[in-house]
């Protein structure tokens, strides 16, 4: 791409950031706080205003791959502690502790209800990328906005669209990597998304998380198995309700590992099978490293469909 790449605007706003910064970006009319960011704090306004706008220069550089990406009316927030509570109080109004940066140029298409859906898809979408971009894989990302394309003619729904986003993008990343070259885009692209808080149960946390955006309905789990090694060796899951929809008879599962990956950093999915059932998937997680890598991004489906 010309100009900053999305790696180049993300180190840029990481090197504005400070553990103790009583500032951040949000967005004015959705309380949202956007990749890259989220999470993110700053030492003084100044510098919050200056990530924002590199913000507003990474979402539209990201606009290249997705156009549906949803913008958002960025402002610069002070968390005040008490001892500053007071004198914010006194100030006058013009020295409001939000700072508006733009007014709305577009309102988010997603429905309210599917808010939390939409924007997981486009963070999961965006870490990819932006791994595929760094890794110098410029046919598969070429690929996949050909695919995306052709969706974006016959599709009218932007919640939808998005969805084919990321159909697209584990199709062609099954396609074009090997197993091996698709578990290490996975693992980076973990790297590049908002680290969890330290979870007792990582694979219950990223269920949690994925229940919670609305990207499945519900699930079920059965204990780890114990590898040969005296480790974890699989876990089978039921899910309802899967967002993404099977495409000559394999299903895509690159928010599922992506999100696996970003809880459980020390032991990714080595492998993944996937099993029809009445009300949804059944999928087994292998953990254990056989050697064996399969259905990481898209997985083959057994049974009826």
Do not use: N
């Not at 706003?13 to 999470?39: E, F, N, S, W």
């Not at 003619?153 to 159909?167: A, H, R, S």
């Not at 091996?180 to 330290?198: F, I």
């Not at 895509?252 to 099978?273: G, K």
């Amino acid at each position: 791409m010309v100009g900053p790449t999305l790696i180049d605007i993300r180190e840029h706003i990481d090197g504005l950031g400070t553990k103790d910064g009583q500032y951040y970006v949000r967005c004015g009319r959705t309380g949202d706080r956007p990749v890259p960011a989220a999470g993110t704090r700053f030492p003084d306004r100044a510098t919050a205003r200056a990530a924002a706008r590199a913000t507003e220069q990474y979402r539209s550089a990201l606009r290249r791959y997705d156009p549906q990406v949803p913008f958002y009316d960025l402002i610069v927030c002070e968390e005040m502690s008490r001892d500053t509570t007071a004198a914010h109080a006194r100030e006058s109004e013009t020295d409001s502790p939000q700072d508006r940066l733009t007014d709305p140029v577009l309102t988010d298409s997603a429905t309210p209800e599917r808010h939390d859906l939409v924007e997981f898809c486009h963070r999961v979408a965006g870490a990819v990328f932006e791994t595929l971009s760094e890794r110098g894989y410029d046919g598969v990302e070429s690929a996949v906005m050909h695919a995306y394309f052709q969706h974006a003619e016959t599709v009218g729904d932007p919640d939808e669209l998005c969805l084919c986003l990321l159909e697209s993008m584990a199709s062609e990343l099954h396609k074009r990597l090997t197993p091996a070259d698709q578990a290490e885009v996975l693992t980076d692209a973990a790297t590049r998304l908002e680290s969890p808080s330290d979870d007792d149960s990582p694979l219950d946390a990223s269920l949690t998380a994925l229940e919670q955006r609305g990207f499945i309905e519900s699930y079920t789990r059965s204990p780890y198995s114990v590898g040969l090694d005296g480790g974890a060796g699989a876990v089978v899951v039921q899910i309802s309700g899967y967002a993404l929809s099977a495409h000559d008879k394999r299903l895509p599962v690159l928010p599922l590992t992506l999100e696996l990956c970003r809880h459980h950093t020390e032991q990714s999915p080595q492998s993944v099978q996937v099993t029809a059932v009445d009300d949804g998937w059944q999928l087994t997680f292998s953990l254990a490293d056989t050697g064996d890598q399969s259905g990481l991004v898209s997985a083959s489906i057994d049974g009826k469909v």
